[in-house]
């Protein structure tokens, strides 16, 4: 395992700016509003050769009309048991506050390295508003600005001589792993359903739509599985993005589906196929990428005949259409049914998108499905297919029919060849490519 630093403290000192600093992105939502980082944020930091991740944590808020107020005070607890050093960030401008006090009595009793960062140090002024952190009782306080960049080098350097010196052959090509990326409209289950793979309130988890904002990967090694979760801030109708952190969380939710292999689309089984739901499924399309989905909160649904579900299966199907080979699962995941099994296909539907045909077998098949159904001829040209190929090492399986007038294969007899290439091999919940091209 790689180490982890927690940025903690309380809000707007600049935690997700510091953040975006250290991972050179704009991956955490910085905003004026207090409280903006809802959820832990994770990102990758490389510094002389040493790469590590950082977590952003959620603003500390005590004492407040916040109903996220207890939840954020569990993830900065959270943040700090599985750290391995903490930032702990104060604002320069500002001062020692009451809640600087709260947080640095809450991190003196933690075990883990503490190092206190200054921050809002933007010009030299600044500098003399440093010393009065000493009381804080945590060692020496680093002056920097994360606007700006001023002392982060240092800070950087401190965070690395604080390491311990491990194995590099222990590291593992993390490029190989599996991407999942769990999608869905606002409420759908989708931070519900990660909490239940992971065991532990890993999300906050309120009945506030958008109460995800950001998107946060987490490595999946148990029970025989090792994937990565993509959890997304949920997306939401255009019309309905005012707020800028809306905004941000939709680009977000897209960008995760760009960065995964397969997308769980959660459907809430109380509110039947929505737009929207069929907005993410074209994005999942538009993508190519894997598809698995799953009927959230089928215990909340009174009728679970074999009928209601063969029902409620075709009206995906025919909202999903000319796409329908892809699995759906009906589950829940607040009483963890069939959650697990969301999982395994997941994985089945990842193996689909890596098959590859061999190619004596898919000329022997495909040839003959070709001559028992040959190609329309248009204007009297004959399209003859002589040779077929699968393309190697393609993000999604690509096959490739060499013709003598590939212009003339029209859209309807393409998806003749796709259908006849799924009912031979499986390659349920991936897209698939059909090319003609010139003999």
Not at 5 to 20: D, E, H, M, Q, Y
Not at 70 to 82: D, R, S, T
Not at 404 to 433: A, D, H
Request: glycine share 6%; aromatic share 10%.
């Amino acid at each position: 395992m790689g180490q982890l630093i927690a940025i903690v403290g309380r809000p707007n000192v600049g935690k997700s700016t510091l953040f975006n600093r250290l991972t050179q992105t704009r991956t955490a939502i910085v905003d004026d509003t207090a409280g903006t980082t809802r959820d832990r944020q994770y990102g990758k930091v490389d510094w002389c050769g040493k790469e590590f991740s950082v977590v952003d944590t959620g603003g500390w808020v005590v004492n407040s009309e916040d109903i996220f107020e207890g939840e954020i005070n569990k993830q900065v607890h959270l943040a700090i048991e599985q750290a391995d050093e903490i930032l702990f960030v104060v604002d320069a401008m500002n001062g020692v506050t009451d809640l600087d006090d709260h947080v640095a009595e809450i991190l003196r009793k933690a075990t883990k390295p503490v190092i206190l960062v200054a921050n809002k140090v933007d010009t030299s002024d600044w500098l003399y508003n440093v010393p009065e952190f000493y009381a804080l009782g945590l060692g020496d306080p680093f002056p920097i600005s994360s606007i700006n960049g001023f002392g982060t080098g240092d800070l950087l350097d401190e965070v690395v001589a604080r390491m311990p010196q491990k194995d590099e052959s222990q590291e593992e090509q993390l490029e190989n792993i599996p991407k999942f990326a769990i999608v869905g409209r606002p409420n759908a289950g989708k931070s519900s359903l990660i909490n239940s793979f992971i065991g532990e309130a890993r999300h906050i988890v309120t009945d506030i739509a958008g109460t995800t904002r950001d998107s946060i990967y987490t490595r999946y090694n148990k029970y025989g599985f090792d994937f990565y979760l993509v959890d997304t801030a949920g997306i939401r109708k255009k019309t309905k993005v005012n707020e800028d952190i809306e905004y941000y969380s939709v680009i977000r939710s897209i960008r995760a589906i760009e960065a995964s292999d397969v997308c769980i689309l959660m459907i809430d089984a109380t509110r039947g196929i929505e737009a929207q739901d069929v907005n993410i499924f074209s994005l999942i399309q538009r993508n190519k990428k894997g598809l698995v989905v799953c009927v959230n909160k089928w215990d909340l649904v009174e009728n679970k005949s074999q009928e209601a579900i063969q029902h409620f299966e075709a009206a995906i199907r025919e909202r999903f259409a000319p796409f329908t080979d892809f699995p759906i699962i009906f589950g829940s995941a607040l009483t963890k049914q069939r959650i697990y099994k969301v999982l395994e296909t997941a994985v089945e539907v990842y193996d689909n998108r890596k098959r590859t045909i061999p190619t004596s077998q898919l000329n022997n098949v495909m040839l003959d499905a070709i001559a028992a159904y040959p190609p329309p001829a248009n204007k009297g040209k004959y399209v003859k297919i002589k040779y077929i190929t699968m393309l190697k090492g393609s993000p999604v399986p690509t096959f490739i029919f060499f013709c003598n007038l590939p212009q003339w294969v029209k859209e309807p007899y393409r998806r003749y060849l796709e259908n006849k290439i799924r009912e031979n091999w499986k390659f349920t919940g991936t897209p698939i490519s059909v090319y003609m091209r010139e003999k």
